[in-house]
Structures are given as structure tokens and as C-alpha cells.
């Protein structure tokens, strides 16, 4: 199949549906698979660049089984174990990160669910952030209710996260202590809340191609807004320690592959832009139009003056 006139396609309107044989992505020339993606990006997303930053507002001891998260009590990785952060160390970073341009901030607690105090201190720390910073706020703190992300965009949170992490083939092969089902419910009860919802997954997990596609539909079909392609960075002490680690052509390929079936979608490059080279520049011609991004972050590979300058180099704009 010819990638550019599939391109031209799906910006004069033609979506791709979940039953749809898409199999040509898979062993279509990489080359002319990622022109087309951006000129897919190019024509949705134009010269705009979305950076978001991340804090990681309560540590470890996770009772999920995730096989491979660091912060899964059931993996013995060492990680830093903390409770919810104090509300000045939270805002000092927000504050930080919009002085510095950067798009989005999000808190991003350890945990199956935030309950309690502990969500009580996040809503508070979002209503003073939402007063007095000039950035957009997500939220990733598990299987919250309907109300809870009610409360939540009432606070100022305009999108939370809940990463599907693969497809629902691959799902038990990766988590049990919690099902694919119980992802999607997620999702659906932030969108019924009135939140816009960032979702995506890992790709390196032993999944095949077929299970990326799947993974990209599913998205698809739920409509969400963000979509963070993460890069397995083999964590010591996980289940996943010692698989192979992704190559740039296979990154690129499932950039352009995502963009092709969430043409409308950021795109936003995750944890494991290091395995690419010059920290995925080439992500960002094939597809992608945002990214992770922080200077306490130490998986994406950048900080934000980095990114800054990356963007600047490509011709893409990060003003609001």
C-alpha cells in the first residue's frame, strides 16, 4: 500500500477502523511509513509542540503486580518509597516547569487508587496551582471514581491518565491484580466527569505487532486525546529486567503507526527516548508531536532546555 496516499486519506477525512486489516504497517518501507505519518501530524497538529512534566507525588509500594514498574511492591527494585508530597514542594515544581514553558503538569501518585487525606492534599495542591500558574493540569492517580474526577476538574484538572499499557490480548501476560476491563471503566468514568483523558502504554513487553495495532485501535475507539508511546527501560528486579531492549526503526515504526490510526491525538513521546539517537528528533518527523519533559525526570533522556531547543531546531512552537 502506498503510505502517502493513505496519508492524504485520512486528512481528507478516511479514519481506520479497529476490524480493518492494517497489517501493511508492519512491512511497509519505514521511510515513507513515517513521511506520511507527518504529514498526517503536520496537517492536525501544524508547528505546535505540546510539552508536559510530571512530579511523582507519592512513591512506592504499589500493590499492583505490574511486571514492570519499579514501584510494585511485589518488585524488589529499592526505589525511594515516600508518602504524598508536602503541597510547597508540589507547587515550587509547578511553578517551576511554567516559568519554563512547558505545556502541562501533572501529579502522579504510586498506587491502585488516591483516598482519603491523600486525595484531599491533591485537590488542594491543585486548586493553588490552577490560582497561580499559568499551565494545564492533569492528574494520574489510579482507579478513581466518577465523583473523585468530578472533584477534580472542579479543582482545575482539565485531563487525567490512565495507561491501558498494551492490548487486551497481552494484558494478563503483563498485570493480574487488575484486569484491561478495569482500565477501560477508568477511562470511561473521567470522560464521563468531563475530563479529557492522556492514555497510552509500553511497547517492548514481549508483545507482538499485532498487539501495538490493537493497542492503537483501542485508543482509537475510546476517543482519547493523549496518547504517550513509552519504550521499556528493563528495570533491575522486575519480572521484565533482561529482555531485549526496542531499536530506533521499531520505536519509529509504532510512532507512525499510532499517528496513522489517532490522527488527531498528541502523540507524545515517553520514558525511553535515550534509546533513540539526538533523544528521538526523529520521532518528531515521523509522527509524534509531544513529549514528556522535566528537568527531575531521568527516563525521557531530556530536560527542558533540551527540549526547548529540540523543538526550536524542528520549527515547532510551544506557546499555548
Not at 277 to 303: E, H, P, R, V
Amino acid at each position: 500500500m502506498d503510505m502517502i496516499k493513505l496519508a492524504e486519506e485520512i486528512i481528507a477525512g478516511k479514519r481506520l477502523a479497529h476490524g480493518d486489516d492494517k497489517s501493511c504497517f508492519i512491512t511497509a518501507d519505514l521511510d515513507q511509513l513515517c513521511k506520511g505519518a507527518d504529514l498526517i501530524r503536520s496537517h492536525f497538529k501544524g508547528d505546535h509542540a505540546d510539552l508536559c512534566s510530571i512530579i511523582n507525588g507519592r512513591s512506592g509500594r504499589c500493590s499492583e503486580n505490574c511486571k514492570f514498574c519499579a514501584q510494585s511492591a511485589h518488585n524488589c527494585t529499592g526505589i525511594s518509597e515516600y508518602g504524598f508530597l508536602d503541597e510547597e514542594t508540589i507547587l515550587a515544581e509547578c511553578h517551576h516547569n511554567a516559568e519554563k514553558g512547558v505545556n502541562r503538569f501533572s501529579i502522579v501518585t504510586a498506587g491502585k487508587t488516591l483516598s482519603g487525606s491523600d486525595f484531599d492534599k491533591a485537590l488542594s495542591a491543585y486548586r493553588r496551582m490552577k490560582n497561580e500558574c499559568d499551565i494545564e493540569l492533569c492528574a494520574s492517580h489510579g482507579f478513581l471514581t466518577e465523583e473523585q474526577f468530578r472533584q477534580l476538574r472542579e479543582a482545575g484538572v482539565t485531563r487525567c491518565h490512565c495507561n491501558i499499557e498494551t492490548s487486551r490480548r497481552n494484558f494478563p501476560n503483563i498485570c493480574t491484580s487488575h484486569t484491561f476491563d478495569d482500565k477501560i471503566a477508568c477511562i470511561k468514568r473521567a470522560q464521563a466527569a468531563g475530563l479529557e483523558v492522556c492514555s497510552g502504554g509500553i511497547i517492548g513487553m514481549g508483545e507482538t505487532w499485532e498487539d501495538r495495532i490493537d493497542m492503537a485501535d483501542t485508543l482509537a475507539e475510546l476517543g482519547v486525546n493523549s496518547v504517550p508511546i513509552n519504550a521499556l527501560m528493563p528495570i533491575k528486579g522486575t519480572p521484565l529486567a533482561d529482555i531485549a531492549r526496542l531499536t530506533e526503526d521499531e520505536i519509529l515504526r509504532t510512532v507512525a503507526i499510532f499517528r496513522f490510526i489517532l490522527p488527531e491525538a498528541n502523540i507524545r513521546l515517553a520514558a525511553g527516548r535515550n534509546l533513540m539517537s539526538d533523544c528521538g528528533k526523529q520521532a518528531f518527523l515521523s509522527g509524534a508531536d509531544s513529549t514528556i519533559t522535566g528537568d527531575m525526570l531521568t527516563t525521557s533522556g531530556n530536560d527542558i532546555n533540551a527540549d526547548m531547543k529540540l523543538m526550536k531546531d524542528l520549527g515547532l512552537s510551544t506557546v499555548k
